[in-house]
């Protein structure tokens, strides 16, 4: 790929990322809100597919931009007044929250953006799927099945809590 | 190698998660505020993964690792949102400065 159509494209995933996450955030209707994650999550996983991490972008469409959108919305809309612009959304702490999200971003892209990383100019074995399902079953099967046993107790969990109790 | 500098991806991130810290604190419902957390988690991973590029592209850590916060992040959402119909059928609302119990 050319440097050229690069930047284009690393400009266009940072904008789908960047101005849907603010509207998330700030918009009145919520059921609104919960339908702007979905340009953010397929922003990130075109960011994934600009850094070489083909498995890991279609993880992030089928569970984030899938699964959690759609309980989330699924919430929003079995509990009241989601949708309803009229109720204020959000608390009085605006200006303090602006400064605080405000100083930790600038400060993070301050510390993280200088060029002190050692960056390789290594290129990513071919096939990352492979190489990372070998991984995952090979030197990283202890995190793999300590997720799965997560996964797993969150199920249970979130049954448990959910249900009504019987009078 | 790619064109794109590491610390563009770095500041999408921060970018992302400062917009994330500011959903979680100014946002009333709870559901609200679990959107500016999936926000923040993806900001952590777009780094992982930036990090992984950049770095060192040979070891499948930070992939493994991104994974891992997918699941945790899909538990999350499960159990929060549990959590929440528990308390809309308790409380009858969402919102967060409703839940002042402990300070009774």
């Given at each position: 790929m050319s440097a050229n159509l690069q930047y284009a494209l690393f400009a266009v995933v940072a904008a789908s990322v960047l101005v849907p996450a603010l509207l998330v955030v700030t918009s009145r209707n919520?059921?609104?809100?919960?339908?702007?994650?979905?340009?953010?999550?397929?922003?990130?996983a075109a960011a994934f597919v600009l850094l070489g991490a083909d498995?890991?972008?279609?993880?992030?469409?089928?569970?984030?931009?899938?699964?959690?959108?759609?309980?989330?919305?699924?919430v929003l809309m079995l509990t009241r007044g989601a949708g309803n612009p009229q109720v204020r959304q959000s608390n009085r702490m605006?200006?303090?929250?602006?400064?605080?999200?405000?100083?930790?971003?600038?400060?993070?892209?301050?510390?993280?953006?200088?060029?002190?990383?050692?960056v390789t100019t290594e290129t990513p074995v071919p096939g990352f799927t492979r190489a990372l399902g070998e991984g995952l079953l090979t030197t990283w099967l202890f995190s793999f099945e300590l997720a799965s046993v997560l996964l797993l107790a969150a199920m249970v969990g979130a049954i448990v809590i959910a249900r009504r109790e019987e009078p | 190698m790619s064109a794109i500098p590491l610390s563009w991806y770095l500041g999408l991130a921060a970018a992302l998660f400062a917009v994330g810290l500011f959903g979680v604190i100014t946002r009333r419902n709870a559901v609200a505020v679990l959107m500016g957390v999936e926000l923040m988690l993806n900001a952590a991973n777009l780094n992982l993964v930036a990090f992984w590029r950049y770095l060192r592209p040979g070891v499948m850590e930070a992939p493994v690792f991104v994974l891992v916060v997918v699941t945790i992040a899909a538990a999350e959402a499960a159990v929060g949102l549990a959590i929440v119909l528990s308390v809309f059928r308790n409380f009858h609302g969402v919102e967060v400065e409703r839940l002042d119990l402990m300070k009774q």
């Open positions: 919520l059921v609104r809100a919960g339908f702007w994650l979905l340009p953010v999550f397929l922003g990130v498995f890991l972008a279609a993880v992030q469409v089928l569970i984030y931009a899938g699964a959690i959108t759609v309980l989330l919305i699924f605006i200006p303090w929250a602006l400064l605080l999200s405000g100083a930790v971003g600038v400060l993070t892209a301050f510390v993280l953006g200088r060029e002190f990383w050692p | -």
